[in-house]
């Protein structure tokens, strides 16, 4: 079995855009806030110009996202399964969404692979 990917992120509801992530993590990484814990259940890689237009639409409903609503949700011990959405060739930087039954990121997290946690 392949170890799934985990860590603690700072998932914001309904951000508008990748800045308003990377804003909302130093703002929580500033006030000593914890993360929550995730587990990916699913890596998903876009061509670069998807990406950039998830990265500054992040409120549209994505047809990817429709198709994975169901491996995303969040346990009663408050860990959250979610996916993760990189540029293809690119995975050291992406998003993670946890879409609550949704087509689009309802809530999401900047991921980036040098400061994860490694395990919860």
Known sequence: MDEKLTGKAYFM?????IGDLEAFRRECIKKRSGGKAYVVE??????????????????????????????????????????????????DVGILVESKKMEFPMFAALYQKRTEIKSI
């Not at 509801?13 to 855009?17: G, K, L, M, S, V």
């Not at 237009?53 to 959250?80: F, G």
């Open 13 to 17: 509801r309904d951000a508008r855009r």
């Open 42 to 91: 699913k890596i998903i890689e876009l061509e670069p110009i998807d990406f950039e237009n998830l990265s500054t639409d992040l409120l549209a409903d994505r047809q990817y996202i429709a198709d994975n609503r169901d491996i995303m949700y969040s346990e009663v011990n408050n860990v959250w399964h979610c996916i993760l959405i990189v540029q293809t060739g690119k995975s």
